[in-house]
């Protein structure tokens, strides 16, 4: 079981088709928990209120923000996690040095959903180096991530101004990309991959790019 929504990096209107598709999706029973470690700490109590206000508005109240993923926490009381924006090898790096991926990928399997907005969609992808704006601070050299969306890396906040970045990291790194602008995303169900937002995505192979409208199913 499969149950994954990759956003490209916008605003809460950009996503905010993404954002009601997950509200959708969570039982009524279930919490949603939001990590914002890919950003900085004294940045916390912002993304906490920002984060808040945009589901609230949505009718989802029940939220519990984690920000020491070493913390013992049972996540079967949670419908759904949420991984957000910022550095992407400080969220990887997190990820990986307190154990969570492990945790991540139960939960996954337990039926768990997971959406993760610009850094949070990057990190479920094969690799992170696509994402070219970050500084890699922690001086990550396994740039491998969680490797969810069939073998795809991802690239979010794309512009057409990035084809060229794009087919130069397909070129060294053999994977094939996903690209999402700011007001895309994806919906990936085991292997079923869905567009879901008010743009198309872009498909990048060697030589190739390919595009998908809103509503589409993703052939890779």
């Known amino acids: 079981m499969k149950n994954l929504i990759l956003a490209g990096g916008g605003s809460e209107k950009d996503s905010k088709p993404l954002d009601k598709l997950l509200v959708s999706l969570i039982p009524m029973n279930k919490k949603l928990l939001y990590i914002p470690v890919a950003m900085e700490p004294s940045k ?45 090898f400080k969220l990887l790096h997190e990820l990986r040095h307190s154990g969570f991926v492990t945790k991540l990928k139960k939960f996954l399997n337990m039926g768990g959903i997971i959406y ?7 990190v479920l992808g094969k690799d992170i180096k696509t994402a070219f704006m970050d500084e890699n601070r922690i001086g990550i050299r396994d740039t491998s991530g ?30 094939p990309v996903i690209a999402l602008t700011e007001r895309s995303g994806l919906y990936v169900r085991d292997k079923k991959i869905k567009v879901v937002g008010f743009e198309p995505i872009y498909v990048f192979t060697k030589n190739r790019k390919r595009v998908f409208r809103p509503k589409a199913l993703v052939k890779l």
């Open 44 to 88: 916390y109590p912002s993304c906490l209120k920002w984060f808040t206000s945009t589901f609230t508005c949505l009718g989802l109240t029940d939220i519990v923000m984690l920000t020491d993923l070493k913390e013992k926490i049972d996540l079967s009381q949670f419908g759904a996690i949420y991984m957000g924006g910022g550095n992407t």
């Open 116 to 122: 993760g907005g610009s850094a949070g969609a990057i």
């Open 146 to 175: 969680l490797n969810l969306v069939e073998g795809c890396s991802i690239w979010c906040h794309y512009k057409k101004e990035d084809d060229m970045k794009i087919f130069e990291y397909i070129g060294t790194n053999k994977i």
